[in-house]
């Protein structure tokens, strides 16, 4: 997995923030959630699948960095109808030993400036296979490896451990792969789909600030609206 970035610095007060963002626009892909919403919705085409997968992989590997994925400008696919601005959301995936407030964030993303290009080339293995995933530790009390949303500045900030990427990023993974080649049929609501979850499945609890549930769907035929 390929990803072309820029590297940003930034300094608030003691405090310095490294942010990736990738260099060329993620354009298949939109985010937004409406007022009162339960879920948010996020439309990717199969550029935009492979895109958020190596940033989920990124996100894993970078103990030290925020990976923002500027959406909010994206045009969505055609017959989604317009979605108001101020329910567009972006990206930002935060590993959880750097215990960034998300509270900061709008003021890092007003200074990010031009940045520094870097690429950055990550194998696939860094997602295990479902036979490798033990399901049954999500129940074990004390169980700290489930993605945690809140919101902040029109961005879902997504906050994990490296296994709770990893893990979310191999369902992400095989969207990419299934998704493209699924048989869509003529039925309007007819979708391919998959979902992430505040504190994983079934957890019953709000995120701050955004819904608790994000529904990934792959947008087959993507021409911007």
């Known amino acids: 997995m390929r990803l072309r970035t820029k590297i940003h610095r930034v300094r608030l007060g003691r405090d310095e923030y ?9 354009a298949g892909a939109l985010l937004y959630a409406g007022p009162g919403s339960t879920y948010m919705h996020l439309h990717l085409d199969r550029q935009g699948a492979e895109d958020l997968a190596t940033a989920w992989a990124l996100a894993a590997r970078s103990r030290h960095s925020l990976v923002h994925l500027p959406l909010r400008a994206n045009a969505g696919p055609a017959g989604l109808g317009d979605v108001p601005s101020e329910d567009r959301l972006d990206l930002l995936l935060v590993h ?11 003021e890092v ?14 194998p696939v293995t860094d997602f295990p296979s479902d036979e490798e995933i033990d399901y049954e530790r999500h129940h074990f009390a004390g169980w700290r ?3 945690r949303f809140s ?9 994990g451990s490296p296994t709770a990427f990893r893990w979310s990023g191999s369902q992400l993974h095989e969207f990419t792969r299934e998704a493209p080649g699924w048989r869509f049929g003529w039925r309007p609501d007819e ?12 957890s019953g609890r709000a995120a701050k600030g955004v819904p608790a549930s994000l529904h990934i769907v792959y947008a087959h035929r993507w ?3």
């Open 18 to 26: 490294r942010v990736i963002t990738p260099a060329r626009q993620t």
């Open 96 to 106: 959880h030993s750097l215990g960034f407030p998300a509270s900061r964030w709008k």
């Open 109 to 122: 993303r007003a200074r990010l400036g031009a940045g520094t290009p870097h690429t950055v080339d990550l």
């Open 145 to 147: 490896d489930r993605l």
């Open 151 to 159: 919101g902040a500045a029109h961005t879902l900030v997504v906050t």
């Open 191 to 202: 979708h391919y789909c998959i979902e992430l979850d505040h504190e994983g499945w079934g």
């Open 223 to 225: 021409q911007a609206g």
